[in-house]
């Protein structure tokens, strides 16, 4: 049998190589058949295990993280995109506009604007 893991409790252990030595023995055949049988297989016993604990949301940028302490401090919406909006003083109003309500990260961003026809 492969090594295991070393953190893996020894009481499991044992209890999965009995698991997997009574499926060998009574669908090894089947197993042997075909190449992809033993990732079928796996990954059907990967789904009935419980899933990792997730973090909820999206991850935060440091400029978000930034805003949001900000915020939190009192500071105002305008010196928040200031200080959290790369070259925000430079930009012209509409630009201003779409980096204001567009989330940081998201697929709607300036570059997969159209450039003409802007409304301002």
């Known amino acids: 049998m492969p090594s295991a893991k070393p953190d893996l409790p020894p009481e499991l252990r044992q209890r999965l190589q009995r698991f997997a030595e009574g499926v060998a023995k009574d669908f090894g055949p089947w ?3 075909a190449p992809g049988r033993r990732d079928q297989l796996a990954a059907f016993l990967r789904a009935l295990l ?6 909820r949301g999206r991850k935060r940028t440091m400029a978000v993280a930034q805003a949001i302490e900000l ?3 009192g500071v105002a919406w305008q010196q928040v995109f200031l200080r959290c909006i790369h070259n925000y003083s430079a930009m012209d109003s509409f630009e201003r506009k779409v980096r204001r309500q567009s989330p940081p990260g ?3 961003c300036l570059e997969t604007l159209p450039r003409g026809g802007r409304r301002g």
Request: proline share 13%; no cysteine; glycine share 0%.
């Open 31 to 33: 197993l042997a058949a």
């Open 50 to 55: 419980p899933a990792y604990p997730a973090r």
């Open 71 to 73: 915020r939190q401090q």
């Open 106 to 108: 998201s697929a709607r």
